[in-house]
């Protein structure tokens, strides 16, 4: 709400301008201020995919009715014409009356739709993506959205049994398996007491990894002539004086790249270290552009 109230000065200022070729200036200042509420409208379109997926699943076919995502970039093409001195008055009264328009059925169509069809869970899935997407001109609500309720539904907990929570979202043990062992690279997780917990044992891995039984140090993972440099690297990461260490090797006719990122808690404590290779041959091969699907 922060945000539509900060529209609406803006827009007010906008439609008072009497005289867009004198006052140039100002009006094209408002108009890419007005573009900043581009950000608002990717969000509630956020909530509005949201509206229509809840309706279908609920068997109900009329759209959540979105809230004119068209946004400020209905202020682009007015603000070249204003900073050209062609635009008139009444085009920037009608720019502010689009903008009012957009802030209505938010405001009286899509929130109370939105209030109808979405659940506790499916609410706190918006907010929680809501700071990543981020709020115009910085207004973040001065209350963040809980849950009134005492927690997810049975039927999201049916659906989800065995799930892992993640930070934005959940996974089970073998989905987390599959994306990890069908990245395009080689991981290995070294605790913060130098064990290795985990390795991606993908079919293709460029170098061949011991069975983790748990309580194996990764210094006995490396060549002999390696394990100084091990020591240094994970010696930084725990001194928190360095944070990601990186080299290229040239092997078999392959180019690999081989990085290094210690791992650190919300609180920049060090919890371990993680190893990704790669075989970026072919990667360095590219050339030109490939825009269109190609399975020839």
Known sequence: ??????????AAEIEAIADPKAEAGRAVELLA?????????????????RCSRSRASRGRARSCGRSTTTS??????????????TITADRLKFLATQ??????????????????????????KVEAGEGEIGFAWGLAPEQPWRAAGAGASPE???????????????????QINLMLTHLPVDLSFVGENDEVLYYSASPDRIFPARPVSSGGRVQ????????????????????????TAEFWIQMRGKFLHIRYFAMRDPDGKYRGCLEVSQDVTAIRALDGERRLLDWA
């Open 1 to 10: 709400m922060r945000e539509n109230r900060e529209a609406e000065r803006i």
């Open 33 to 49: 201020r007005l573009a900043g509420i581009d950000v608002h409208y990717l969000r509630k379109e956020n909530h509005s995919s």
């Open 72 to 85: 400020a970039s209905c202020s682009r093409t007015p603000r070249a014409a204003a900073a050209a001195g």
């Open 99 to 124: 903008v009012r328009d957009m802030i209505y059925k938010e405001e009286h169509i899509l929130y109370p739709m939105a209030l109808e069809l979405l659940s506790e869970e499916e609410w706190g």
């Open 156 to 174: 999201y907990l049916a659906r989800h049994a065995g799930s892992i929570g993640l930070d934005t979202g959940s996974l089970t043990a073998d």
């Open 220 to 243: 006995n993972c490396h060549p002999p002539k390696s394990v100084d440099t091990v020591e240094r690297i994970l010696s930084e990461f725990k001194a928190g004086t360095k944070d």
